[in-house]
């Protein structure tokens, strides 16, 4: 689509360079844990809350290096990319500080939120495209309509990258408190910060799971098949978790990892969204708090001693957390 971004091969080096150019422009968020759920899952947890990140998720790490990187070079006038959401948001805030014109794509029923917040960073919002393929067509007429530069949500090195920093930043403090990580639990849309996550836990033994809400599981069954293989997104609560196919440079990265494939259902996503709130006292967004439902699940006594678990976002619909916070569970779906 002519975004002008030379795929290459990633490494753990690109995710440290990458931590380095974010030294004072991102927020280094808090580890967190609580008793209960380490009760509850047999095992310490590690909470990487990148709900407090800028933007409202760790989306802002791979936009600010993406976006950033292609400002420094100069020559740019504008980017234009597709999301659910917050990777839309955080490019229009990365674009913003750069003095930089943003189009971002967003879906049909994209929360009200996420919307706003990307009018409110100076941002172009073009509705449309109810599926990831739609709305990359989309961007591939505004590209060429203006000749900004596509920032892509999956494919991008430098957002790979960035995102993978998150990661980092959990599994370094994990190690400098005596309690290294092995186990890691991502959640999975395109498969983007699954991916920075395993460059992150490259040459370490960490056991990589990706969680994926049941029946947007396109990285499960690519996994399976050792091909991408797309799905037509199921509903589900976490609506940043079901792009129609893992992104072809994550799905490259994580089968080569090997990395875990977890699927949970509603159910056990407005569980741990629950959980995040009353035992950390930290408001997750569904797709962030999908990231507990499947340690949980994966957690296995004696086996894993310290997982890390990402709560990669926590932009959230007021009702949404109201309609949560109500139903005491039996939402819609059980988990698999």
Same mark, same amino acid.
């Given at each position: 689509?002519?975004?002008?971004?030379?795929?290459?091969?990633?490494?753990?080096?690109?995710? /440290?360079?990458?931590?380095?150019?974010? /030294?004072?422009?991102?927020?280094?968020?808090?580890?967190?844990?609580?008793?209960?759920?380490?009760? !509850?899952?047999?095992?310490?947890?590690?909470?990487?809350?990148? #709900?407090?990140? +800028?933007?409202?998720?760790?989306?802002?790490?791979?936009?600010?290096?993406?976006?950033?990187?292609?400002?420094?070079?100069?020559?740019?006038?504008?980017?234009?990319?597709?999301?659910?959401?917050?990777?839309?948001?955080?490019?229009?805030?990365?674009?913003? !500080?750069?003095?930089?014109?943003?189009?971002?794509?967003?879906?049909?029923?994209?929360?009200?939120?996420?919307?706003?917040?990307? /009018?409110?960073?100076?941002?172009?919002?073009?509705? %449309?495209?109810?599926?990831?393929?739609?709305?990359? !067509?989309?961007? %591939?007429?505004?590209?060429?309509?203006?000749?900004?530069?596509? @920032?892509?949500?999956?494919?991008?090195?430098?957002?790979?990258?960035?995102?993978?920093?998150?990661?980092?930043?959990? @599994?370094?403090?994990?190690?400098?408190?005596?309690?290294?990580?092995?186990?890691?639990?991502?959640?999975?849309?395109? %498969?983007?910060?699954?991916?920075?996550?395993?460059?992150?836990?490259? %040459? !370490?033994? @960490?056991?990589?799971?990706?969680?994926?809400?049941?029946?947007?599981?396109?990285?499960?069954?690519?996994?399976?098949?050792?091909?991408?293989?797309?799905?037509?997104?199921?509903?589900?609560?976490?609506?940043?978790?079901?792009?129609?196919?893992?992104?072809?440079?994550?799905?490259?990265?994580?089968?080569?990892?090997?990395?875990?494939?977890?699927?949970?259902?509603?159910?056990? @996503?407005?569980?741990?969204?629950?959980?995040?709130?009353?035992?950390?006292?930290?408001?997750?967004?569904?797709?962030?708090?999908?990231?507990?439902?499947?340690?949980?699940?994966?957690?296995?006594?004696?086996?894993?001693?310290?997982?890390?678990?990402?709560?990669?976002?926590? #932009?959230?619909?007021?009702?949404?957390?109201? +309609?949560?916070?109500?139903?005491?569970? #039996?939402?819609?779906? /059980?988990?698999?």
């Amino acid at each position: 689509m002519g975004s002008a971004v030379t795929q290459r091969r990633l490494a753990r080096a690109d995710v /440290e360079e990458a931590a380095r150019f974010l /030294e004072g422009r991102v927020v280094r968020t808090p580890v967190v844990r609580s008793a209960a759920l380490d009760a !509850r899952a047999g095992a310490r947890l590690l909470f990487k809350a990148e #709900n407090l990140q +800028d933007g409202g998720s760790y989306k802002m790490r791979g936009a600010t290096v993406a976006v950033g990187r292609l400002a420094e070079a100069g020559g740019a006038t504008g980017v234009v990319c597709q999301s659910t959401g917050n990777h839309a948001l955080a490019v229009a805030l990365a674009a913003l !500080r750069h003095g930089l014109a943003a189009v971002v794509v967003l879906p049909p029923d994209a929360p009200p939120t996420k919307v706003r917040q990307a /009018e409110a960073a100076g941002a172009r919002v073009v509705v %449309g495209g109810a599926s990831a393929e739609e709305r990359l !067509r989309l961007v %591939g007429s505004i590209h060429a309509e203006t000749g900004y530069a596509v @920032i892509d949500a999956y494919d991008h090195p430098d957002v790979v990258a960035g995102q993978g920093t998150a990661a980092l930043e959990l @599994i370094e403090e994990a190690e400098r408190a005596g309690t290294p990580l092995d186990a890691l639990v991502v959640p999975v849309g395109g %498969g983007g910060g699954a991916a920075g996550a395993s460059l992150a836990a490259a %040459g !370490r033994a @960490i056991d990589l799971y990706g969680v994926e809400p049941i029946g947007c599981d396109s990285l499960a069954r690519s996994l399976a098949a050792g091909r991408r293989v797309p799905v037509v997104p199921a509903p589900t609560l976490a609506d940043g978790l079901r792009p129609t196919c893992v992104g072809a440079l994550p799905f490259d990265i994580l089968h080569e990892a090997g990395i875990g494939a977890v699927r949970v259902g509603d159910d056990a @996503i407005s569980e741990a969204f629950r959980l995040v709130l009353s035992e950390l006292r930290l408001l997750a967004e569904p797709s962030g708090a999908a990231a507990l439902a499947g340690a949980l699940r994966v957690a296995e006594p004696g086996i894993h001693r310290t997982i890390g678990v990402l709560l990669t976002g926590g #932009n959230v619909e007021g009702a949404l957390v109201a +309609d949560l916070l109500a139903s005491g569970g #039996n939402m819609t779906r /059980e988990a698999a």
